[in-house]
């Protein structure tokens, strides 16, 4: 079964930048489609980006289109979130998430394996 563990989160500044981590076991992970999601207190786990096991599709939230980069490495094992120009409504717990699928995928009911999240907290 994949596992996955996140890092990279932390307190940041209105306008700063995060990247985050996410190192997944498993020699299947380079075929699964990956994405990130995230949850703020008292709200429900929304969807941040996804993209396909190859990198070859990428798929963002309105909410961070324009901000927000998705990327992996699959040699490593690694899914990467690039957050710039965060706001204070970006703070949440982040997830990691993969599903066996290839394609992208925005549909939280998908995405088989999750990580244990990694708080971002950006203050104004």
């Known amino acids: 079964q994949v596992q996955l563990v996140e890092s990279g989160g932390g307190l940041v500044q209105a306008g700063g930048s995060l990247t985050l981590s996410c190192v997944a076991s498993?020699?299947?992970?380079?075929?699964?489609?990956a994405g990130w999601f995230r949850q703020a207190p008292g709200k429900e786990r929304e969807f941040v980006s996804t993209i396909t096991e190859s990198s070859t599709n990428k798929i963002y939230a309105d909410s961070v289109k324009g901000r927000f980069t998705i990327s992996r490495d699959n040699a490593k094992n690694t899914l990467y979130l690039q957050m710039n120009k965060l706001k204070p409504e970006d703070s949440a717990v982040y997830y990691c998430?993969?599903?066996?699928?290839?394609?992208?995928?925005?549909?939280?009911?998908?995405?088989?394996?999750w990580g244990q999240g990694t708080q971002v907290t950006v203050s104004s």
């Open positions: 998430a993969a599903t066996g699928a290839k394609i992208a995928l925005q549909r939280m009911s998908l995405y088989a394996y």
């Open positions: 498993g020699r299947m992970f380079s075929s699964y489609a």
